[in-house]
């Protein structure tokens, strides 16, 4: 079929929405409550699009693109109507952006500044919601910044199949809730779904905003998928990981050890040097003094009671490379095949 947006003919295929299309040639459409992976649902009415023939604007992200389309995405009219709809998700959001954890990267605070709002036009007279205990102690919800998009609750119920949260109460009361926690596996996809600071990491006592933070991404190391993330560092302090859809075999999913499970890089009862116990205490050793010791002993072992008397346990903490030269050295250097991995402790 063929449509035209924005004065550009697009020759496409039938199926694919006006967002869709829009975003596969270039047209940038502003989005709050869409997500790549979720069912579109228009909740938040920021993608409206003017289609010729229409009296009304449609949203883009859940209307289907058809035949002949002729669709204008930025025109003033369209853009005092997006005005309109961050002025009432302002209604009752406060404006903390320099303390709030989201600070820099929230997709509500850029539009704000992409349309000059310079403060909130609307106010009424509603009770500041109170903070709840959120599904798992790992994330911290703040029901005043939320702007109701549902994508938590959708990344719950689509991607993940908890069905955890779901909206609670009408009109200006109304919040999300963990409606059932006891379904909660703590793997962070709300968390990573929400565009604005309603939801933050609550483990890492040192914080970080986006543009201090060095992103590294590497390969989880707790298990055998070989999930994709990015480790976030400020200085030499891990922060948080984190991940974006498209991402690794795991499409920017994460289970709750590879997003939350990274305190252990920043503990202070990490060893720094290699220890050797001897009558009882454990004394500090160099690496070539620690590693000839340990290689004495595994070949007295080896020679007296043959090679399936040792066993190897790798670490969930150390690098897949790593971990491939350790098996190495059980199975080719030792020749046992008797080698575990801690990646379900």
């Known amino acids: 079929m063929r449509i035209t947006i924005n004065g550009k003919v697009i020759e496409t295929e039938e199926g694919p929405t006006i967002l869709r299309i829009a975003q596969m040639n270039g047209v940038r459409i502003p989005t709050l409550c869409h997500m790549e992976g979720l069912i579109p649902t228009g909740m938040c009415r920021m993608c409206v699009v003017e289609v010729q023939g229409l009296e009304n604007p449609v949203t883009a ?32 959001h406060p404006v903390e952006c320099p303390v709030c954890d989201k600070g820099g990267e929230c997709d509500l605070q850029d539009y704000v500044y992409e349309y000059g709002l310079q403060k909130a036009e609307y106010q009424v007279d509603a009770p500041i919601k109170e903070y709840k205990t959120y599904a798992t102690t790992a994330i911290k919800y703040h029901p005043n910044r939320c702007i109701l998009c549902s994508r938590c609750i959708r990344a719950c119920r689509e991607i993940v199949g908890r069905e955890v949260l779901d909206l609670q109460e009408t009109g200006f009361n109304t919040r999300v809730e963990a409606v059932r926690p006891e379904r ?27 543009w201090q933070a060095k992103r590294v991404t590497t390969v989880c190391g707790y298990c055998g998928v070989g999930c994709t993330l990015e480790a976030n560092a400020v200085g030499n302090r891990m922060i948080k990981v984190t991940t974006h859809e498209g991402l690794g075999t795991n499409n920017g999913s994460l289970c709750v050890k590879g997003r939350f499970g990274f305190e252990f890089v920043n503990s202070p ?61 059980i199975r080719a250097a030792i020749g046992t095949n008797n080698v575990d991995h801690c990646a379900r402790l």
């Open 269 to 329: 009862e990490r060893l720094r040097t290699p220890l050797i116990r001897e009558n009882g205490n454990l004394r500090e050793a160099s690496w070539e003094e620690a590693l000839t010791h340990v290689s004495g002993k595994l070949k007295e072992i080896k020679e007296k009671h043959g090679p399936d008397s040792i066993a190897g346990l790798a670490s969930a903490r150390v690098t897949c490379e790593e971990n491939y030269v350790f098996q190495k050295l």
């Open 61 to 92: 992200c859940n209307t289907r693109a058809t035949d002949g389309m002729v669709i204008e995405t930025d025109t003033p009219k369209m853009r005092e109507l997006r005005k309109e709809v961050l002025q009432f998700l302002l209604v009752r």
């Open 184 to 210: 909660c596996i703590q793997c962070g996809e709300c968390l990573a779904a929400c565009p604005v600071g309603a939801l933050t990491e609550n483990l890492s006592p040192i914080k970080g905003r986006t």
